[in-house]
């Protein structure tokens, strides 16, 4: 994704009065309204949708094809990552970041747009990266008498 998505970026930008503009602006609103209501699925899929519309706009198909996948494969890391949604609140693409690059691409700013979306990339390859915390180790005792606590006072 560092290598493609810059170089999308890069012909987002310099293609005249983008249609995808609005549709970009609508998913990184949609994102925040999502992260507002705790609907963090909503959420990790318009930070994916705001990643594959600038592939779209960028008219290079077979970029954009590539990246659905690994937008995709993204995504479901991410969701994976935490199992449960409060811990997933920090494992998706930030609002910020996405209204950063909306700014570089309002300005027309290509090289801080690439460097940007590079930044961006590693911030979510760390995150990708992160080791689930191992489940805590079956204890023996607590197995065979969690349901009588008083068996454990009458066998032993």
């Known amino acids: 994704r560092a290598l493609i998505e810059p170089v999308l970026l890069t012909r987002f930008i310099e293609r005249a009065d983008n249609p995808y503009l609005e549709q970009i602006e609508q998913s990184i609103a949609a994102e925040e309204q999502a992260r507002r209501e705790g609907d963090l699925e909503a959420a990790v899929r318009e930070s994916g949708r705001f990643h594959l519309l600038i592939a779209q706009g960028s008219g290079h198909d077979t970029l954009h094809q590539l990246l659905r996948k690994m937008v995709s494969r993204t995504s479901l ?80």
Request: charged share 30%; aromatic share 2%; net charge negative.
């Open 77 to 156: 890391i991410l969701m994976d990552q935490a199992p449960d949604s409060r811990a997933r609140s920090t494992l998706h693409c930030g609002c910020t970041a996405h209204r950063g690059l909306l700014d570089c691409i309002r300005r027309g700013d290509t090289r801080e747009a690439a460097d940007r979306m590079r930044e961006h990339l590693l911030e979510l390859q760390t995150q990708c990266s992160q080791p689930r915390p191992a489940p805590r180790p079956a204890d023996l005792q607590e197995i065979l008498f969690s349901a009588d606590t008083g068996a454990a006072g009458r066998d032993g």
